[in-house]
């Protein structure tokens, strides 16, 4: 595609760290990277390898969003079913202040849709 003079380009990754990852990487002039995570140790194994990966490529890592961090009850109380962490850890690796994590909770309404 041929879109001209952009000033953002958005790329939105799958898991992982594969070929698709890599060869794009290698191929578009990439000047920061937004990590997104959830809160299980399970996604932090993926995150952590594309944070590897973004580093060997000389890309930062500018912020990381945690996704389903947790849900608010009627009463005003906060839950994590998924469990806490990954964000956390993900700053920690990539030496990002404690500001440039963002977490977003359970929205019902988004789920509902």
Known sequence: AR???LDYLILDFPPG???????LCQSVPITAAVVVTTPQALAYADVSKGIRMFARLSVPVVSVVENMSY???PDGQRYTPFG???GKRAISECGLPDS???QL???ENLSAA
């Open 100 to 102: 440039s994590l963002v």
């Open 3 to 5: 879109w001209g003079e």
């Open 84 to 86: 806490e962490g990954s």
């Open 71 to 73: 849900f608010e009850a």
């Open 17 to 23: 760290t594969g070929d698709i990852q890599l060869t």
């Open 105 to 107: 909770p359970i929205a």
